[in-house]
């Protein structure tokens, strides 16, 4: 009953928002945030990428969390329950940072989590080879992803880019952390469809 608890803990607070990092941002290195620099285009066009990476940091929660769950091996479960308290570090960072642009998170929220939720599960339930070669390709999609919101960001929004590199730098250790504890190469026909997936999320939750 008391994993249950915390479990559902978890799902309510990626949901809502309502996640607090264990982390300081790095954002707060850069002192005072001050984005009268952005233009209202901008601001706007920060707002859907980083909202986008917010739900990127839910669908994150709720897959290691599945996968946590029906991990066969200890050390695996440690690994995924690890790398999650990362990934809720992100979590909070992209919603200050919404905060601070005047913009929220996705209304899709749920779905999004109860999607991921569901891969994770079937995942975690292919056996813990499979389920660390899930998270290795995921970190690696996610990591290009990354890639290209940097590349998009005005170059006077220097609290998002902060804030993203040091997540870029977290995946890739996660997706080589997977590999080197026994991760499978998965399929292409998985790989292409993970892809798929990922364009109808990043799409939907730039504007929703």
């Not at 290209?148 to 730098?169: T, V, Y």
Request: charged letters at 25%; one cysteine or more; a negative charge.
């Amino acid at each position: 009953m008391d994993k249950l608890i915390h479990e559902f803990d978890v799902a309510l607070r990626a949901i809502t928002g309502a996640t607090r990092a264990g982390r300081p941002s790095p954002a707060e290195t850069l002192g005072e945030h001050d984005d009268t620099q952005l233009d209202a285009g901008e601001r706007r066009h920060v707002a859907g990428l980083m909202r986008v990476n917010h739900v990127g940091e839910v669908c994150a929660q709720a897959l290691y969390q599945a996968q946590k769950l029906t991990a066969r091996d200890g050390a695996v479960r440690a690994q995924m329950d690890a790398a999650a308290r990362e990934e809720e570090d992100h979590l909070g960072w992209c919603a200050e940072r919404l905060r601070e642009l005047g913009s929220r998170p996705s209304l899709l929220n749920p779905l999004w989590y109860a999607g991921a939720f569901a891969i994770g599960w079937l995942a975690g339930r292919a056996g813990d080879r499979a389920s660390l070669g899930f998270v290795s390709e995921t970190e690696r999609q996610v990591e290009q992803h990354l890639t290209g919101h940097l590349e998009q960001l005005p170059p006077a929004d220097a609290r998002s880019r902060a804030i993203l590199e040091q997540m870029r730098d977290d995946e890739a250790r996660h997706g080589a952390s997977a590999r080197e504890a026994g991760g499978i190469t998965l399929p292409a026909p998985v790989r292409a469809a993970m892809r798929a997936a990922s364009r109808v999320m990043t799409t939907t939750a730039y504007r929703i």
